[in-house]
């Protein structure tokens, strides 16, 4: 379990004890008067079991002056997990629930329970709260800073739980004001490293389709 574990670190930020980062967004903590705003953007994203849509992601590694580029497709449906799809540059999928994590490369299929590690459980539980604007899992474990334009709103998240905290030191999260749509993500990792998604082309559905549910099933 142990090397498994740390291979889904690899693919969620592997935060340990970093540093709040220095963003403007940790001068807006979420206040009264903004509340309003923040819980109608959460209902919006709440309101959507299944989101789909395209995805960026780089992995910039400060130490080694590196910048990693992947792409593929992802799918978020609320109370079931997220599968992240991923085209290039090498084809692989990965499938995280609640309490497992289930990985698709090179035609084999694992599945790894991690019923028992309360790390893996809150990595999960805090991704699920995060992309479904779940109110009430964000309050109680984050403290949060939020600010908003005409066009865009920013949502930043400080773990308070340790087991968070031993993944992210801090999550910032744009989207549209129009819409809600969340647009990117940024994990801050360990020693100034940083993982951001940047999300494109979502559309929305009420259930997954037979190929996301064999992907979820294990």
Avoid at 12 to 21: K, N, S, Y
Avoid at 101 to 117: F, P
Avoid at 156 to 163: E, S
Avoid at 165 to 193: H, P, T
Wanted: aromatic share 10%.
């Amino acid at each position: 379990m142990r090397t498994k574990f740390f291979f889904l670190l690899a693919f969620l930020p592997a935060l340990l004890c970093a540093q709040v980062p220095r963003d403007k967004i940790f001068n807006s903590p979420l206040t009264e008067a903004k509340r309003r705003r923040f819980e109608a953007i959460c209902a919006v994203m709440a309101a959507h079991p299944v989101a789909r849509g395209d995805f960026v992601q780089t992995k910039t590694i400060s130490r080694l002056g590196r910048t990693l580029v992947s792409r593929g497709v992802f799918t978020i449906a609320r109370g079931e997990g997220m599968i992240w799809d991923t085209r290039s540059p090498y084809p692989s999928i990965m499938a995280l629930g609640k309490d497992y994590l289930v990985e698709i490369a090179g035609g084999k299929k694992r599945r790894m329970d991690a019923s028992g590690n309360m790390t893996f459980v809150r990595i999960a539980e805090t991704m699920s709260a995060v992309f479904s604007g779940n109110i009430a899992s964000l309050t109680a474990n984050f403290e949060i800073y939020f600010a908003e334009t005409e066009r865009s709103w920013t949502l930043a998240l400080v773990p308070k739980d340790g087991a968070i905290r031993q993944f992210a030191a801090a999550i910032i999260m744009e989207g549209e004001s129009a819409s809600s749509a969340v647009k990117s993500l940024r994990f801050y990792e360990q020693g100034g490293d940083t993982v951001s998604y940047e999300l494109s082309n979502q559309t929305y559905a009420q259930t997954l389709n037979a190929d996301e549910k064999a992907c979820l099933s294990g």
